[in-house]
């Protein structure tokens, strides 16, 4: 498939093109599960507008911009370091595998302080406090937990996975002309990203 | 279908990392655009404009991030599926709830 490859001339059998195509429909799946969480929710906040917005009121703005922006940037880093293994710069992919592992921790520490802060005032699935406000503020924060949860796991796994590769990049298993693991790896934090760019304004910014 | 192959593996083979810090700088200012217009109340507009400006940060990342742009035109094709079943899921359920 790749340049590097025809230039040796080998014959490998490989084929990048069906990989792509096969973590595309793996993405679909992950269309379809937080898909349907998407449509709960615009049913819910259709039925209990008011509540939604009070309850969005709780929420804190700085917090979700501040995520957003370290997670945009570390889809601009993932995507760096696939351009950089392509152009053969085998260390500055590294690097940019690492910083978006990096960027993905500040992620988590800031969604972690986002958390504890709400549970530390009592609202979270169940709790007393929560069970004394109408069923759409309930409703809200049930699903607020359920999805940036799931996202947020998400984010772990994509942490997991970048690392493997970074460990294939340093020890030459995934070079410039056979990248295409990294580059699935990058359409999963990608999509990750993507995810996030729906939360943010439907949870944080609905005040 | 050898020569538009050889095309497609040579633009996918090169991309300056320009283009990546353009898409970057794009998001951050449409993310900037979506937390302004939130604090103002354009009643029903607010939730369209901040899904519109969502829709095209998506966008951005789909085609550039994700290769969209240079991948075979096959997975575009694959993508507009995936999204139109669950447009059609979503607009099947509100025929249901609009009239509650």
């Known amino acids: 498939m790749s340049t590097a490859e025809h230039a040796a001339g080998h014959h490998v059998h490989r084929d990048d093109e069906g990989a792509r195509l096969g973590m595309w429909l793996f993405l679909f799946t992950e269309l379809l599960l937080f898909g349907g969480m998407f449509i709960i929710y615009s049913v819910y906040r259709y039925v209990h507008q008011a509540e939604f917005h009070l309850a969005a009121k709780e929420l804190n703005t700085l917090f979700g911009t501040f995520n957003t922006i370290i997670l945009l940037t570390s889809s601009l880093t993932m995507a760096l370091s696939i351009a950089a293994i392509q152009k053969d710069k085998k260390a500055l992919s590294v690097f940019m595998q690492l910083i978006t592992i990096l960027f993905a921790a500040f992620f988590m520490v800031n969604k972690y302080f986002e958390w504890s802060a709400k549970i530390h005032h009592g609202i979270y699935p169940g709790s007393d406090e929560l069970l004394m406000k109408s069923n759409g503020e309930i409703l809200f924060f049930g699903l607020y937990y359920i999805m940036t949860g799931l996202h947020g796991l998400h984010v772990i796994i994509g942490v997991a996975v970048i690392a493997y590769m970074t460990v294939g990049t340093v020890k030459g298993k995934i070079n410039s002309g056979s990248f295409v693991r990294l580059e699935a790896a990058g359409l999963y934090w990608h999509l990750v990203d993507i995810i996030w760019i729906f939360l943010f304004p439907l949870f944080y910014l609905i005040t | ?100």
Not at chain 2, 11 to 40: D, E, M, R, S
């Open chain 2, 1 to 100: 279908m050898t020569q538009d192959h050889h095309n497609h593996e040579t633009q996918h083979n090169h991309p300056g990392y320009g283009i990546y810090f353009l898409v970057w700088f794009a998001l951050l200012v449409l993310t900037g655009i979506t937390v302004t217009v939130a604090g103002i109340d354009f009643g029903n507009l607010t939730v369209a404009t901040a899904l519109t400006v969502a829709c095209i940060k998506s966008y951005l990342v789909l085609t550039i991030f994700m290769h969209l742009k240079v991948e075979n035109p096959v997975f575009k094709v694959f993508v507009w599926v995936a999204l139109f079943f669950l447009i059609v899921s979503l607009v099947l359920l509100f025929t249901d709830y609009s009239f509650i």
